[in-house]
């Protein structure tokens, strides 16, 4: 079945680099949201969209990160300048309106060199 | 959301059951119980949620005592592939959710 994808799933970038991660919701799934998970770390909660629109953008580390979501579907999380930091598991999570169950992706594994 | 309290890890023979506990001791009246797990290098999966009563679907079981202060999830019969760290966590919103370290479940031969 269709389930959250991300891509790409694994990414190697130079510091100072930009990157660019993308998620594909759920179709008809309406909110989506954003996590990093650091090397033996709990997950943490980046940015969620419902729509279009990011009511809770408290998660983002830095103004290195941005993410935006259109046509209420596909989302792409962005970091500038990347760090050492900043490598990390990113994961794409979606659900239904009104349902509180998440779905999540295989995650994005970014490494900073 | 209030703030979850699990052991650090749990072993368990395969075929046995798992009893996986979580204290929630802060709860209010309208936060639920949800559980999830990670399986190594892949995303969470969601288990099974409740409010009050106990609740059973064909992963798992959950157990919420009456005063809601506390719960456990029970793998019936668990297997090797049920390794994994376990996460609880009681939520209204639905938004984010707020992780907390987890069991780590480690199912033995």
């Known amino acids: 079945g269709a389930g959250v994808s991300q891509s790409p799933s694994n990414k190697v970038t130079e510091k100072g680099k930009d990157v660019e991660l993308r998620c594909d919701p759920i179709?008809?799934?309406?909110?989506l949201y954003w996590y990093r998970q650091s090397l033996g770390q709990g997950l943490e909660f980046l940015i969620y969209?419902?729509?279009?629109?990011?009511?809770?953008k408290s998660g983002l580390p830095s103004d290195r990160f941005s993410a935006e979501r259109t046509g209420g579907s596909v989302s792409t999380l962005t970091i500038q300048r990347t760090q050492q930091e900043d490598s990390a598991v990113y994961l794409c999570?979606?659900?239904?309106?009104?349902?509180?169950?998440?779905?999540f992706g295989p995650g994005t594994r970014l490494l900073v060199l | 959301d209030a703030k979850t309290t699990q052991p650090t890890s749990m072993d368990c023979a395969e075929g046995r059951a798992a009893n996986l506990p979580c204290n929630h001791s802060?709860?209010?009246?309208?936060?639920?119980v949800y559980w999830y797990r990670q399986i190594h290098s892949q995303g969470p999966q969601y288990i099974i949620h409740?409010?009050?009563n106990n609740e059973t679907n064909e992963m798992a079981s959950l157990i919420i005592t009456e005063d809601r202060k506390s719960s456990t999830l029970i793998l019936p019969h668990a297997t090797l592939r049920d390794t994994a760290v376990y996460y609880c966590i009681v939520r209204v919103t639905p938004d984010k959710l707020i992780f907390g370290t987890g069991t780590r479940l480690q199912v033995f031969p």
């Open positions: 409740g409010l009050k």
């Open positions: 802060t709860i209010s009246g309208n936060e639920y």
């Open positions: 179709s008809g799934h309406t909110a």
């Open positions: 999570a979606s659900n239904l309106p009104g349902s509180a169950t998440q779905y």
């Open positions: 969209f419902q729509g279009n629109s990011a009511p809770d």
